[in-house]
């Protein structure tokens, strides 16, 4: 039986309500039309926003393009820039509790969760800021005597930032400081799910002093506003997070114009558990990989792939810990798991459920919605018995379930590791460190980790193999993927005539 927590009615709220951030004013959409979000997990109005369009879009478009091409940005210290994000970091810190809150409501995670994002986007565009003093090319002084070379980087232009409701905060501010501190300038389409917390961004980056037009913020949906972003000659990249269904349409669309694409897309991430692994370690990092944001999260942990001599004793002690898991009101401090986004989603998650039940799986724990009154929420499941064939080996339920296969020889689990699509991240777990080194080494992810799961540092990169995405976030070279390469060619002297011979 899930530890259940019945969320309160919101008393005395007063809905946030939102313009939109265009060439450093907030506007109406050209419209005037207003999209509004429901909280989750009390099914109560929380937030307004006027709803942009194509007009909207195109309006933010130029805004950003002439910030780039006439505008101060591009063109400042790297020194200056670097202060400049640093003032809008220490701001976010300052609005740490009404960011947190705003997430929380929007997308029914657990309060005390959404503080840790906020304090880990802070220190994200800290990280960023010390970059943008690093950015540079490099020199050849090895071209003979009638030539010096130099390779310069430059700001790639405008961006277009599109991102997923399901870490608002966190995801903004794996790319936002980091074009910014290349030099470029923006147009960022939150989901229109949970937009409040990026136009708060928007705020704090005029009061700590950005120019007009730097970053410019839409909210609307993929098909009125995304697809005009990714579209338009006038954008340079497109930085996007979301579904791989939308992130093959975006790369589509930008091959239209052959602008640059970062893609951080879907995953359904293995972790392998061999017989001397830390048990103890690995239950708990079983119940926070696949429980975590309830599940919807990218980096879930959610096909546990087992050494068949330790399967049964493994999915019982989860589901014992799990059982644990409180559930339920996301503003309670002590909730673990929140709701699950929106009714159709958790309608999703069921249907998947109930495919994996006809096609033999077990229901080991959970199965299906919980009743708390207000809102859509999930018990925390794990499906046992189930194949490497099974959708829910397969694809992305994007919900609070484990779905547990069996192994018996390493080869083996590095196979079911590799026979999906997605290559984002996975978790391999063992006391010999030959398991864990040549695991890392064949399983084809962009992150692996080591008797841990989703640990993760502004150092480390982040992003996917094969479906799961295109290019690498965070790390030091973040700043550099928002730039252009370009190549000085110097002649020193005389020139070799190639016409008439001198
Ligand atoms: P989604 O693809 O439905 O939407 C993502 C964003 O794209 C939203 O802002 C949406 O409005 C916009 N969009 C939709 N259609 C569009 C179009 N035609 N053109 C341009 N933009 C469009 O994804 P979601 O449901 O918001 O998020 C969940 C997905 O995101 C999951 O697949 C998850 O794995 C993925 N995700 C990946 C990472 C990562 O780092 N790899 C992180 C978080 C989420």
């Known amino acids: 039986m899930t530890v259940m927590v019945r969320p309160q009615a919101l008393a005395d709220f007063t809905v946030r309500e939102f313009k939109m951030l265009i060439d450093g004013q907030w506007t109406n959409g050209a419209e005037g039309r207003v999209l509004e979000r429901s909280s989750p997990a009390h099914g109560q109005v929380v937030s307004r926003y006027q709803a942009a369009t194509a007009t909207d879009a195109h309006r933010a478009i130029a805004a950003a393009r002439r910030a780039f091409d006439d505008g101060p940005w591009p063109r400042l210290k790297g020194a200056e820039r670097a202060a400049l994000i640093n003032k809008a970091a220490d701001l976010m810190e300052g609005r740490a509790d009404e960011l947190a809150r705003l997430d929380t409501l929007e997308s029914g995670k657990p309060i005390s969760q959404a503080k840790g994002e906020i304090a880990g986007a802070v220190d994200i565009w800290r990280y960023a800021a010390a970059l943008a003093r690093d950015l540079h090319g490099e020199s050849y002084n090895t071209l003979g005597d009638g030539t010096l070379g130099v390779v310069l980087r430059e700001p790639i232009g405008v961006v277009s930032i599109i991102t997923p409701w399901n870490f608002p905060f966190l995801i903004v501010s794996q790319k936002l400081p980091f074009a910014l501190a290349a030099g470029c300038t923006a147009v960022v389409k939150p989901s229109e799910l949970t937009s409040a917390s990026t136009l708060v961004l928007g705020e704090i980056l005029m009061d700590a002093g950005l120019p007009p037009g730097v970053v410019n913020i839409l909210v609307g949906t993929g098909a009125e506003v995304g697809a005009p972003m990714t579209l338009h000659a006038d954008v340079d990249m497109i930085s996007f997070t979301g579904s791989t269904l939308v992130g093959k349409l975006t790369m589509t669309n930008a091959a239209q114009t052959l602008k640059k694409v970062s893609l951080e897309l879907g995953g359904k991430n293995p972790q392998i558990v061999f017989p001397d692994a830390n048990l103890d370690e690995f239950i708990d990092a079983a119940v926070f990989g696949g429980f975590f944001n309830a599940g919807e999260?990218?980096?879930?942990?959610?096909?546990?792939?087992?050494?068949?001599?330790?399967?049964?004793?493994?999915?019982?002690?989860?589901?014992?810990?799990?059982?644990?898991?409180?559930?339920?009101?996301?503003?309670?401090?002590?909730?673990?798991?929140?709701?699950?986004?929106?009714?159709?989603?958790?309608?999703?998650?069921?249907?998947?459920?109930?495919?994996?039940?006809?096609?033999?799986?077990?229901?080991?724990?959970?199965?299906?919605?919980?009743?708390?009154?207000?809102?859509?929420?999930?018990?925390?499941?794990?499906?046992?018995?189930?194949?490497?064939?099974?959708?829910?080996?397969?694809?992305?339920?994007?919900?609070?379930?484990?779905?547990?296969?069996?192994?018996?020889t390493l080869e083996e689990a590095t196979t079911i590791a590799n026979s999906i699509d997605y290559g984002l991240s996975a978790g391999v777990w063992s006391a010999n460190m030959d398991n864990c080194l040549t695991i890392g080494r064949r399983v084809r992810a962009g992150t692996v980790w080591m008797n841990t799961f989703m640990d993760g540092a502004p150092e480390l990169p982040f992003g996917g193999y094969r479906q799961s995405g295109l290019g690498r976030e965070l790390g030091r070279h973040a700043v550099e993927d928002y730039a252009e390469t370009k190549t000085l060619n110097i002649h020193i002297g005389p020139r070799t005539g190639w016409w008439m011979p001198r």
Do not use: W
């Open 297 to 408: 999260c990218c980096n879930a942990g959610s096909r546990l792939i087992l050494h068949r001599s330790i399967a049964d004793e493994v999915v019982s002690r989860i589901s014992e810990v799990a059982k644990a898991v409180r559930t339920g009101d996301p503003l309670d401090p002590a909730t673990q798991v929140g709701a699950i986004i929106t009714p159709q989603h958790l309608a999703k998650i069921e249907k998947y459920l109930a495919e994996a039940s006809g096609d033999g799986a077990t229901l080991a724990l959970g199965g299906g919605a919980l009743d708390l009154g207000l809102g859509q929420f999930m018990s925390p499941t794990i499906l046992s018995n189930v194949r490497p064939e099974m959708a829910v080996a397969r694809e992305e339920v994007f919900g609070p379930v484990l779905s547990v296969l069996t192994f018996e």
